[in-house]
């Protein structure tokens, strides 16, 4: 089946450093979704991205979706302690019916 | 908008029992609500997928007959463990999605706890 992997599977950053998390799935994506979870608490949607090579941006964060449709990256410019939580990559390869979710990465900053 | 509540947040049974965790959309209608299973400190797992008025489709290695899902209707799905076991131990989160938008919405989640 299906498999997402994401690395690192946790970071430690100075808060103010940038911090990438990437996102490899075993097959070809019609899409991908990034989703954030604080502990304790549960998933929220960040963002889907669709197009091969894609790049969206949020503020502080940029998604990237790779030409192959296989690999996603999270970028985290100048991280802040807010940006605690486990980032997780989500990729369907057949619509949007079902979704696997990556390994996550767990972020702490250090303030 | 988009909010899906769950409920109970968290519940404590004996082994042998069978508990029944409910997964509402609040403010909008779910065509399709996910179950899913996490582990401390790992990924979700997704156990099954419903749509409202049909069976639901699980996961290989998910027991059809012991984790029971019901999507009576667009606004409610059920998930009942069924004679429950320590190893059933775990975090259930479920989430919602209306039929023209992709994102899931996730409710806060249940942890169960089987003694």
């Known amino acids: 089946g299906q498999q997402v992997m994401q690395i690192p599977q946790y970071q430690h950053v100075q808060e103010g450093e940038d911090f990438t998390t990437y996102c490899n799935s075993s097959t070809t994506l019609s899409n991908i979704q990034w989703y954030k979870q604080r502990p304790g608490g549960h998933p929220v949607f960040l963002i889907q991205l669709v197009k091969s090579g894609e790049v969206k941006k949020q503020k502080r964060l940029t998604f990237q979706f790779g030409e192959a449709k296989k690999n996603s990256s999270l970028h985290i410019t100048a991280t802040q302690t807010t940006d605690v939580g486990t980032y997780f990559c989500?990729?369907?390869?057949?619509?949007?019916?079902?979704?696997?979710f990556g390994t996550g990465t767990k972020l702490q900053v250090i303030p | 908008g988009a909010v899906v509540s769950q409920h109970p947040s968290w519940v404590i049974c004996k082994s042998g029992t069978s508990v029944k965790i409910e997964c509402r959309s609040l403010d909008f209608q779910a065509t399709t609500m996910f179950w899913y299973r996490q582990f401390p400190k790992q990924s979700l797992m997704l156990m099954a997928t419903?749509?409202?008025?049909?069976?639901?489709?699980?996961e290989q290695g998910v027991e059809k007959d012991k984790f029971l899902i019901n999507h009576a209707s667009l606004t409610l799905s059920t998930l009942t463990v069924t004679s429950a076991h320590p190893e059933d131990s775990s975090f259930y989160i479920c989430s919602a999605r209306d039929g023209t938008h992709y994102e899931q919405y996730f409710g806060p989640g249940t942890r169960l706890t089987v003694t």
């Open positions: 419903s749509n409202e008025g049909s069976k639901a489709t699980y």
């Open positions: 989500a990729g369907s390869s057949g619509g949007y019916q079902k979704v696997t």
